[in-house]
């Protein structure tokens, strides 16, 4: 556990080891974007937790696929309004201030994602929001 800037970051990294299959560049760069955009969330301080687990997963079809890595960033900022939950995703679009961001951050993590058989969900209803980001388990 850290604390800076009245937040509290928290992480818990799961027992056994976890992996994933994607480069590592790809997922720093999904972490990162997640995490920063928590910080950003929490103007006046709160608390971060990045959280790691094995999630059994079924598809769209209803099928049982392969086990999958679940990465949750979660944050008790501001959450996201309902009017802004269905763009998040789309590139340029943003909820931050001119010059603040360019809305491209989550359409980037959402394409790499996307491209390594994995997907995002998004949790709001609790204080906060949490990014549960799921990725096919290393063999």
């Not at 937790?49 to 999630?55: G, H, M």
């Not at 994602?113 to 998004?122: F, K, L, Q, T, Y």
């Amino acid at each position: 556990m850290a604390e800076h800037n009245n937040i509290t970051a928290r992480i818990d990294a799961g027992s056994p080891a976890l992996r994933v299959v994607i480069d590592e560049d790809s997922l720093q760069h999904v972490i990162t974007n997640l995490v920063v955009n928590a910080i950003q969330a929490m103007a006046t301080g709160g608390t971060l937790r990045v959280a790691l687990s094995l999630a059994a997963a079924t598809g769209r079809d209803g099928e049982p696929r392969r086990n999958h890595v679940r990465i949750d960033v979660a944050d008790t900022g501001e959450g996201i309004t309902p009017d802004a939950l269905p763009h998040i995703f789309e590139p340029f679009f943003t909820t931050k201030q001119p010059g603040d961001g360019t809305g491209l951050g989550l359409a980037v993590v959402y394409g790499i994602v996307e491209d390594h058989n994995g997907w995002i969900a998004v949790d709001t209803s609790k204080r906060g929001t949490t990014f549960s980001v799921f990725l096919v388990e290393a063999a």
